[in-house]
């Protein structure tokens, strides 16, 4: 160092050290809330820790991961300045895609970077993590809070995370599976999830504002008095955060239904996700009559897609369009999945049907 250098502390460069240490004091709880009797010890090790001894009780286990974001929903959560379901986002996406080869999600770990680090902001952030983690039944077991100062906003944060769960082979959903003549099953979202919203903003005109300004005060005001439904405005059915479908697929499977395959519906729609859960051999026909699908779709939904003027097949590969979650099953088995789903609350619906085909999602309308 020069002798014209003056003294510069990590705190001069931007990063509060003191106040990373005290928003991990006020996550302790939350964390401690979604532990199994698996996990071993808590956070603030270099590593989380967790008992893998049950294993051994399966015939040949299978651990399966998921790696996800929220994306850029979480702009609009900056902009009406609410924090606390985003991490149910998180989770959400990770673990009903690691659900839909019929795992059960063991553990969590979520990386938040965050241009300036306050422990009551971090704290609504983690406390929808957590929340998630608790809904699908696994532990969080340890993350990441990185303060980049000078590269973010102060205010501006993004979060990633994983999860990683456990089928026994003998019992893992495959694809190959799936048959003509199969029914499919859908399980209804909450909304738009945590896909698409590239197109929401620029639909309700977000692009280029930025929270905790004016313009941001306006555009919170405005969104909060659009109504897409009685009694629900467009600010919280934008920000419905995403299901988790673990427990009462899982519930499921453990009662043996013969479940072929799931199709988790995110990025991409029913088009582009239905066909991951297909055989080669097997086109699912998705019941359609132009604009309107075989199943009620969330009106946020119709509402941006309006907005939008989205065509019907540009809707189905953007939007889940009301399908969060997809059951492929031989049609003698629908009417006990069904009823089994409906006696723990679910509404399940028909989407469609499979046909010999080439591994392909088509609609019933273009047939």
Known sequence: MSENTKHVTYEDAGVDTAEGGRAVDAIKQMVAETNRPEVIGG?????????????????????ISGTDGVGTKLVLAQILDRHET???DLVAMCVNDILASGAEPLFFLDYIAIGHIEAEHMAKIVRGVADGCKLAGCALVGGEMAEHPGVMRPD?????????GVVDRPKMLDPANVRPGDVILGLPSTGVHSNGYS??????????VVPGTPEAAAKKAELESIEVAPGLNLADALLAPTRIYVKPILDLLRAGAPVHALAHITGGGITENLNRALADDVDAVVTRNGSEMGWDVPPVITYIADQ????PNEACKTFNMGVGLCIICAPEDEAGIVEQLTAMG????RVGTCVAGSGKVVYSDEQ
Do not use: C, H, N, T
């Open 43 to 63: 956070i603030g090790g270099f590593g989380g820790l967790f008992s893998a001894a049950a294993l051994k009780d399966m015939e040949d286990p299978i651990l």
């Open 86 to 88: 985003v991490g149910q």
């Open 156 to 164: 501006d944060y993004d979060l990633a995370g994983f999860a990683v």
């Open 199 to 208: 197109l929401v903003r620029k639909v309700i005109g977000v692009d280029g």
């Open 308 to 311: 939008a003027e989205l065509a």
């Open 346 to 349: 679910e509404q399940p619906f």
